[in-house]
Nanobody, 115 residues
Framework: QVQLVESGGGLVQPGGSLRLSCAASESVFSINFMAWYRQAPGKQRDLVAVIGSGGTTDYQDSVKGRFTISRDNAKNTVYLQMNSLEAEDTAVYYC?????????WGKGTLVTVSS
């Protein structure tokens, strides 16, 4: 059982930046890939960014050029650097991990972009 704990959410003004962290309870080397999802009020949960075990990344079109996903294997942590934030980025952000046939979710961290 992989436990994921997100942190770093909060209130930020439009155009600002935040960095989310996702700490895994065990080595990320054993995890096939990790990702960040988000769910805005009244909407479905959508994939934001994904990073594979080899470091390959992919992003939702709306965040390309603004968000960067990265991983620190020594700290068993995945990050989401979010720049040029917009009101539309307001959501609960969830960390996700996949190992074999098993999927794991964190409890989420709220990001609010508002002036």
């Amino acid at each position: 059982q992989v436990q994921l704990v997100e942190s770093g959410g909060g209130l930020v003004q439009p155009g600002g930046s935040l960095r989310l962290s996702c700490a895994a309870s065990e080595s990320v080397f054993s995890i096939n890939f990790m990702a960040w999802y988000r769910q805005a009020p009244g909407k479905q949960r959508d994939l934001v960014a994904v990073i594979g075990s080899g470091g390959t990344t992919d992003y939702q079109d709306s965040v390309k050029g603004r968000f960067t996903i990265s991983r620190d294997n020594a700290k068993n942590t995945v990050y989401l650097q979010m720049n040029s934030l917009e009101a539309e980025d307001t959501a609960v952000y969830y960390c996700y991990a996949r190992r074999g046939a098993m999927s794991y979710w964190g409890k989420g961290t709220l990001v609010t972009v508002s002036s």
